[in-house]
């Protein structure tokens, strides 16, 4: 087995990460040991090696949360895998256990067995999408048919992710990318309605859609300025869930436009939920159901090879992607 990790040894940019040879340790009680097929990359995987992720990374770092691989060691305790099986990761803890890179060890609790007819890249590429956007429509929304959700940002992984997870729950959904050079693309993807995030009439278009509804639930990667654009389309009882940093901008909430409406800002991360077995249990089951029925499928935008994993990083913080960005080994 390889022994090339991704590693980072300063907080910075992509420039900051290195491919170091590294020794697989023994698994030890219920961690298992993975030959890496593959990973994806996240938007979080950005703000940790800048050191702007809410986990703080303890210098020399891995990086990584997402891969798919075959099992090559089990500790002690482990009796949900035996060594042979195909695996991918539950994203849960990207301080203390990266995976990107030929090998990682995992507790065998944030394992879960490879989902049959997905090939290696789309095998590394469903949890960190579907159990973000599960979490946020369904646990925390709770919207239903009747629901609009508003989805920013909607190109990326994350975006996908929830426009299909909305539509398993049968929301009615409104996807919004810069400018319109994606717009078909976003078409095929499900959404029912997409516009451009950068228009000055946003709030305008929202109510227009909806026909003065208003907006439910809205699942923002972006922050800052920008949420601004969108408050006077909230429907009352609204929820903003707000769970990127894209905009790089301090994020202030103008309480009069929410207390209008009754509205609730929501800072949101997956990885609050996955550490709660129920909850996590039942996103699984959820996800395998539209796996299974063929309702959720990972778009994959670009697949890399583990030595320029630098320039895949730089791509994606370049924005121009269409679903998940996957490093081959």
């Known amino acids: 087995m390889n022994d090339l990790v991704v590693v980072f ?13 590294m020794s697989a340790p023994a698994p030890t009680k219920d ?14 995987d950005c703000l940790f090696i800048r050191g702007q992720h809410y986990s703080t990374p303890q210098l020399p770092s891995r990086v990584g949360t997402e891969m798919a691989g075959i099992v090559r060691a089990i500790g002690p305790k482990v009796t949900r895998f035996k060594v042979g099986d195909k695996v991918c990761s539950i994203p849960f803890d990207n301080n203390q256990y990266g995976v990107q890179g030929s090998w990682a060890i995992l507790p065998q609790q944030y394992l879960i067995t490879w989902p049959e007819g997905l090939n290696t890249q789309q095998a ?30 909607a190109s ?28 078909a693309q976003l078409e095929y993807s499900g959404a029912d309605y997409i516009i451009d995030s950068q228009a000055v009439n946003l709030s305008e278009q929202l109510l227009s ?11 923002d990667p972006i922050g800052g300025q920008f949420h601004n654009q969108y408050l006077d389309a909230l429907a009352v009882n609204a929820k903003v869930l707000i769970y990127g940093l894209l905009s790089g901008e301090e994020t202030v909430i103008d309480l009069v436009k929410m207390v209008r409406k009754n509205a609730i800002i929501h800072p ?8 709660q077995p129920g ?10 159901e539209g796996l299974e029925q063929g309702k959720l499928s990972p778009i994959i935008d670009s697949i890399w ?4 994993v630098v320039q895949a990083y730089h791509y994606m913080e370049n924005n121009g992607q269409f679903g998940k960005i996957v490093v081959k080994l």
């Not at 994350?158 to 810069?178: E, N, T």
């Not at 859609?209 to 699942?219: F, H, K, P, S, W």
């Not at 949101?268 to 550490?275: G, I, K, L, P, R």
């Not at 090879?305 to 320029?308: G, M, N, P, Y």
């Open 9 to 21: 040894n300063q907080l910075g940019g992509p420039d900051v990460l290195a491919l170091t040879s």
């Open 31 to 44: 961690q298992v040991l993975v030959e890496v097929q593959a990973f994806s990359l996240n938007r979080a």
């Open 124 to 153: 590394c590429a469903v949890w960190m999408q579907y159990l973000t956007a599960y979490f946020a429509l369904y646990v925390i929304g709770q919207v239903d048919k009747k629901s609009w959700v508003f989805i920013p940002a």
């Open 156 to 183: 990326s992984s994350a975006g996908l992710g929830a426009i299909a997870i909305a539509k398993m729950i049968g929301c009615r959904v409104i996807a919004a990318s810069r400018g319109n050079s994606k717009r």
């Open 209 to 219: 859609i909806t026909q003065g509804d208003g907006i439910d639930l809205v699942y």
């Open 268 to 275: 949101y991360s997956m990885f609050n939920f996955v550490t």
């Open 279 to 288: 909850l996590l249990q039942s996103a699984i089951d959820f996800i395998v």
């Open 305 to 308: 090879q583990l030595q320029d």
